[in-house]
């Protein structure tokens, strides 16, 4: 399927941060594979002239979510920490981005980019209609922003060929994909999309 981008499009690229890539605390495995698939995407959006928003986690350090405080997780992504920073080859442009910060109190979890966030309100006053959503975890934080998206009505595209997720339990990512796909998402690749008629 061919996707014509216009200028009610906006790119979402989901907490690409050291500490969920493959040497940190809460490991995706491959999780810096699609880095270089990713900044084509994002040079595109750009490149056209649409907004890009890099979502993170970024959480205090007793965080609820973290084991101590009888989470599920590691310490993972605490707020201003190197686990906490973006991938350093992770083309971050210069203009027309925004950095979305979600799950930043101590008792509030997010796995969506739009909980807790502005992200809605940037979107609606730029007149964004579609998000094309790419990153990690494909099972957490990706899933529920492309559930996120739908239900706030806009159109979700999922970047296939950029994301990836942790498998807590084998065929988390599938299942996750299916879920999107039947909520309504539609799933591309770079190649299918295109600035020209
Ligand atoms: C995420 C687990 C815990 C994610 C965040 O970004 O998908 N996963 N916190
Ligand atoms: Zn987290």
Known sequence: MKVKLSKK????????????????????????????????????????GLPVFFTRDWHPPDHISFKEQGGIWPPHCVQNTPGAMFHPDLYIPSDNRFIISKAFSRDFDAYSGFQGTALDSLLKERGIKRV??????????????????????????????????????????????????????????????????
């Open 132 to 197: 094309f959503v790419g990153g990690v975890a494909t099972d957490y934080c990706v899933k529920n922003t492309v559930l996120g998206a739908l239900n706030l009505g806009y159109q979700a595209f999922l970047l296939i060929d950029g994301i990836k997720g942790v498998d807590v339990q084998p065929g988390d990512s599938e299942r996750a994909v299916q879920e999107m796909l039947s909520e309504g998402t539609v799933a591309v690749e770079l190649s299918e999309l295109h600035s020209t008629a």
């Open 9 to 48: 499009d906006a790119l979402i690229v989901v907490d690409m941060q050291l500490d969920f890539m493959p040497d940190g605390a809460l490991p995706v495995p491959e999780g810096d594979k699609i880095v270089p698939r990713l900044n084509e995407y994002i040079k595109l959006f750009s490149s056209l």
